[in-house]
């Protein structure tokens, strides 16, 4: 069965500065993908980045990028250069099963900018 | 480009009625899937839709039930409505024959039961 875990409920940045937000998880599948997805308060659940587990090269997205540590389990998020419209709730997340595109999510990290 | 609709954005239910739901996907995709997400949660997996059936299913139980149109459209039901229905339903779509491909989600109903 698939697991995520991620164990900071809530996290606050100052604005410009850089936070990592983490993640780690469980899956029997060999062949996998990891994504993190963002929700402002408008309830929109946003692509942010996306990581293939057969990639040794970490996925980036302009100030977004991840860490990822496949022996680990560890799939951790960092913004760099935070901006007030990244304040929103972060949840980590990975397929269902093996061939499927649905999606099994942590219980999030609600992150706040500080001006 | 259109991207994943829902309606409506809020609805107000009391114990023991039937609610409807609505979604249309983005603009070329072909498979619907919807979530809950309770207060202070992360989504569920509910099921998902392509070709008009049901092609997985989350753990939930039958009072759940949906439907997609040849438009691609998908309604979700649900019947005898608990007070625990009470969260945010997202709708989410792709494109099934890509295989891995990035759902993409709407904005979300609020069902609120009393």
């Known amino acids: 069965a698939q697991t995520v875990t991620q164990s900071q409920p809530e996290m606050s940045v100052q604005e410009a500065e850089t936070v990592t937000l983490s993640c780690t998880y469980d899956?029997?599948?060999?062949?996998?993908?990891l994504f993190w997805y963002k929700q402002p308060p408008s309830r929109q659940m946003i692509l942010v980045i996306r990581?293939?587990?057969?990639?040794?090269q970490n996925a980036t997205e302009n100030r977004f990028s991840v860490n990822f540590q496949k022996a680990a389990k560890s799939f951790s998020l960092k913004i760099s250069d935070s901006q007030l419209g990244d304040t929103a709730m972060y949840f980590c997340a990975l397929p269902t099963q093996t061939g499927a595109n649905n999606l099994f999510f942590g219980t999030g990290t609600r992150l706040t900018v500080i001006p | 480009d259109a991207g994943v609709t829902q309606s409506p954005t809020h609805l107000i239910k009391t114990r023991g009625q039937q609610v409807t739901l609505r979604c249309s996907p983005k603009?070329?995709?072909?498979?619907v899937s919807w979530y809950q997400q309770a207060l202070g949660q992360g989504p569920q997996f509910i099921f998902q839709y392509y070709e008009e059936e049901e092609r997985q299913r989350g753990n939930f139980p039958d009072r759940f039930s949906g439907h997609q149109f040849p438009n691609y459209s998908s309604e979700l039901n649900v019947n005898a409505l608990l007070l625990g229905d009470s969260a945010l339903y997202l709708c989410?779509?792709?494109?099934?024959?890509?295989?891995?491909?990035?759902?993409?989600f709407g904005p979300g109903t609020r069902l609120l039961v009393l």
């Open positions: 990581q293939e587990a057969y990639k040794q």
């Open positions: 603009s070329g995709h072909d498979t």
């Open positions: 989410a779509s792709t494109l099934l024959r890509l295989r891995r491909a990035t759902q993409y």
């Open positions: 899956t029997s599948e060999s062949n996998y993908y």
